[in-house]
């Protein structure tokens, strides 16, 4: 019988994963690359790579193509001890007034954009509008995490307000908007509210995410993680269609925590799957028969140290919830983007945008 991890169709293609965490060891992340037949990453950052990423070009030329650092990822974030946190990073703040110069040294260094950015803070918040603002002046995108309801037991890190984004896609035209997480990928249904539990039977055409595509040349999509890949499966004579029209705007980016690239789990503590928890995307996931996540909004949240090893973790149950235990993200992306597309979408999708869009070859 043939393996399923041996049906590797893209192989040879080029594909960039431009979500994709930084692991602990440079061989866990080539592993990851290697074993979902992925040629290049941008690597989601937890702290400046600059050092690493020079090290990479040397030891594995080609294979990471550049790096990225929220302006903000969680709570835990904010606190400038322990995690690696630059000053340049925080824009939570207004006592940063050299940020543009420190950022731009780190663009020398591979730096290509805030992501992945995350809250709790609202689309439209005075701390992200600087972010926006400082992107725009930089010529990087902003990567951002829309997700207006905590699952239970996870830490609020999402962006509230998705459906408010339009303001901000009008107010600063220079910026370019990369959306992911469940409230933008719920969208893409005409019945789907912030905060929702995704729908997963046909799609009702005429979602909010679905119009912006197409109204705004500063707004794309990051096709990464259950909460893309849930939406992609439903109804793939939608999915054809979707990616079709939005083929400049959408990129391939896996948010796979998996430790080869075939689904094996990563090496990592079992928080929070010990406590039962569920991790953000994949608690949005479920369908809406198996209960709202907001009944469990007002329970204290953990205050964990958000790092590679926390992220694994994460990824472990949100793979576990999704119905995704044992597979690799990235391949059952890819797997999707494949059956449903021409091979010039899909170059488009997994490669081309993601160049372009990132400005990985400047
Ligand atoms: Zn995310
Ligand atoms: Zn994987």
Redesign the pocket.
């Known amino acids: 019988m043939m393996n399923e991890a041996d049906v590797t169709p893209w192989a040879g293609q080029e594909v960039i994963d431009c979500h994709f965490h930084e692991r602990a060891t440079d061989e866990g992340l080539i592993a990851?690359l290697d074993?979902?037949g992925v040629s290049g990453a941008l690597v989601l950052a937890f702290g400046d790579f600059t050092a690493r990423h020079a090290s990479l070009a040397q030891t594995h030329p080609g294979r990471i193509l550049g790096w990225a650092r929220g302006a903000k990822i969680v709570p835990s974030d904010v606190d400038p001890e322990g995690d690696g946190t630059s000053a340049a990073f925080d824009m939570t703040s207004e006592t940063t007034p050299d940020a543009v110069t420190q950022l731009r040294q780190l663009k020398l260094g591979g730096w290509k954009g805030f992501a992945e950015t995350g809250g709790p803070l609202e689309v439209d918040s005075p701390e992200l509008q600087r972010a926006y603002a400082l992107a725009g002046e930089l010529d990087v995108p902003v990567m951002m995490h829309f997700q207006a309801t905590a699952a239970p037991g996870q830490p609020a890190y999402g962006i509230r307000g998705f459906s408010r984004i339009e303001d901000m896609l009008k107010k600063y035209p220079r910026t370019r908007f990369v959306a992911h997480a469940p409230d933008f990928w719920g969208g893409i249904d005409a019945r789907y509210r912030d905060g929702g539990m995704y729908l997963l039977d046909a799609v009702v055409p005429g979602g909010l995410s679905d119009r912006l595509l197409a109204d705004y040349d500063n707004l794309y999509g990051d096709l990464g993680a259950p909460s893309a890949l849930l939406q992609l499966r439903r109804d793939l004579d939608f999915t054809t269609a979707f990616l079709e029209r939005h083929r400049s705007k959408l990129m391939f980016g896996?948010d796979?925590?998996?430790a080869?690239?075939?689904?094996t789990p990563p090496d990592a503590p079992a928080w929070p799957v010990a406590t039962g928890a569920a991790p953000a995307d994949a608690g949005a996931g479920r369908p809406a028969a198996a209960g709202s996540a907001a009944g469990d909004a007002d329970r204290p949240a953990p205050e964990p140290k958000f790092d590679a090893q926390m992220a694994a973790a994460m990824q472990t149950a949100m793979m576990a919830l999704g119905g995704l235990a044992g597979k690799?993200?990235?391949?059952e992306l890819l797997d999707v983007v494949w059956r449903t597309t021409s091979p010039e979408t899909f170059h488009d999708l997994v490669s081309a945008n993601a160049r372009r869009v990132y400005a990985l070859d400047s």
């Open positions: 990851h074993g979902a896996s796979c925590g998996c080869d690239g075939q689904g690799c993200i990235a391949r």
